[in-house]
């Protein structure tokens, strides 16, 4: 099991950043697959960038460019660098976990921080 912790979230005005932060209680050495995802109101939930644990990176559509996500391995965080935000983005975004274990995933997920971009 893993425990994560999310913070940085805030209100900016377009065409500003944030950056998110995301707390794991394990080593993320030993988790597959680290990412964020954000639901706004009334949408599905939605991928926004994810990391491997070799580093390879993934990013939607919408946020290339302008979202970058990055780890620190010593600190069991991962990050997500916000640049250019746009009243689009305004979400909850959500810190996210997977782990392999015997051939099964396990899903973690964070309880969230609200991300509001005002225009």
């Known amino acids: 099991q893993v425990q994560l912790v999310e913070s940085g979230g805030g209100l900016v005005q377009a065409g500003g950043s944030l950056s998110l932060s995301c707390a794991a209680s394990r080593s993320i050495f030993s988790i597959n697959t680290m990412g964020w995802y954000r639901q706004a109101p009334g949408k599905q939930r939605e991928l926004v960038a994810t990391i491997t644990r070799s580093g390879s990176t993934n990013y939607a559509d919408s946020v290339k460019g302008r979202f970058t996500i990055s780890r620190d391995n010593a600190k069991n965080t991962v990050y997500l660098q916000m640049n250019s935000l746009k009243p689009e983005d305004t979400a909850v975004y959500y810190c996210?976990?997977?782990?392999?274990?015997?051939?099964?995933?396990?899903?973690?997920w964070g309880q969230g921080t609200q991300v509001t971009v005002s225009s």
């Open positions: 996210h976990a997977v782990i392999i274990e015997l051939a099964t995933n396990y899903n973690y």
